[in-house]
């Protein structure tokens, strides 16, 4: 199985002599996401901070500033975008979208938490429409909660996957909310990508970091893209993101990370954090 770039993300290591050593990653570093044929910048706009029911912090923030937004990550080279549906972050993206971001050039990440075929199929539908593009990249069930998921959700699983044969999606997986459904993803062959949550400190996370971290690992080994989301706690670690960029990229099997900004100076920030851990 190829190794991907993540795995020697922040290695103290000096290479082999004859060797050339890795370059320094940065947050516009490209990163396959596991063996999905897929690739995005290390670092992603997340859109879900405080979200719920359609809306989030980044839509409270009004329509013109949140526009403005995601026009200047993806100024910064930013092209892995994280949206969706409860987050109401799709008709923002669809803007951007017949603006200034090119949508060849971007990875669109979206979830439903739709748990019936039927709605399931909709939901895709609906979402292209919403988003105005005729695939979309990423489609996660989101915020599993229980690990029977897999059987539970079987009917949703086979509309994701003929999604995917029919070039209606490119890739499936799941967001996890319950380290015991996390673990499970990791075993399910069906999942291309995974979206989990992870820092050092277990803040909003599934479970103590010692637990998730292996848990990814794992994943990562069998070829699944590996997501890590509330890399800042969603807010509760700001203090401390440094850190926590530098745990999570040296996990070896975090391929990029989404973080929820609210300001051009935090996108900023976090591309500097970005670049002084991955200089190291």
């Known amino acids: 199985m190829r190794r991907t770039a993540g795995a020697v993300a922040v290695a103290a290591a000096l290479p082999a002599a004859g060797q050339t050593a890795p370059a320094p990653l940065t947050a516009t570093t490209m990163r396959p996401l596991g063996e999905t044929g897929l690739a995005c910048t290390l670092l992603g706009m997340g859109t879900g901070v405080k979200a ?8 409270r ?3 013109q500033a949140a526009l403005e937004l995601l026009e200047y990550a993806y100024a910064q080279g930013l092209t892995y975008f994280d949206l969706s549906d409860s987050y109401g972050s799709h008709p923002l993206m669809r803007q951007v979208l017949q603006g200034p971001v090119d949508r060849d050039k971007v990875i669109l990440l979206t979830k439903t938490q ?4 039927a709605l399931i199929r909709a939901d895709i539908e609906r979402f292209r429409k919403e988003l105005d593009t ?4 990423i489609v996660l069930l989101h915020c599993l909660t229980k690990p029977d998921w897999p059987e539970r959700l079987a ?3 086979d509309v994701l996957a003929d999604a995917k044969a029919k070039g209606v999606i490119r890739a499936h997986g799941v967001s996890c909310h319950n380290v015991e459904a996390l673990k ?13 949550r992870i820092n050092p400190f277990g803040i909003k996370m599934d479970g103590p970091p010692e637990e998730v971290a292996p848990v990814l690992q794992k994943a990562h080994a069998t070829g699944k893209g590996v997501l890590g989301m509330k890399i800042v706690g969603e807010g509760q670690c700001r203090d401390k993101v440094p850190q926590s960029l530098k ?6 099997c975090v391929d990029a990370m989404p973080i929820g900004f609210l300001a051009p ?16």
């Open 265 to 280: 100076g935090e996108v900023d920030s976090a591309i500097r954090h970005v670049r002084e851990v991955g200089a190291v």
């Open 155 to 157: 009917g949703c699983l």
């Open 247 to 252: 745990y999570v990229m040296g996990l070896g």
């Open 52 to 59: 719920g029911g359609g809306h989030s912090a980044l839509t």
């Open 61 to 63: 923030k009004g329509e």
């Open 184 to 196: 499970r993803a990791a075993d399910s062959d069906w999942v291309d990508v995974i979206l989990a």
């Open 114 to 117: 739709s748990q019936e075929p």
């Open 134 to 137: 005729d695939r979309i990249d």
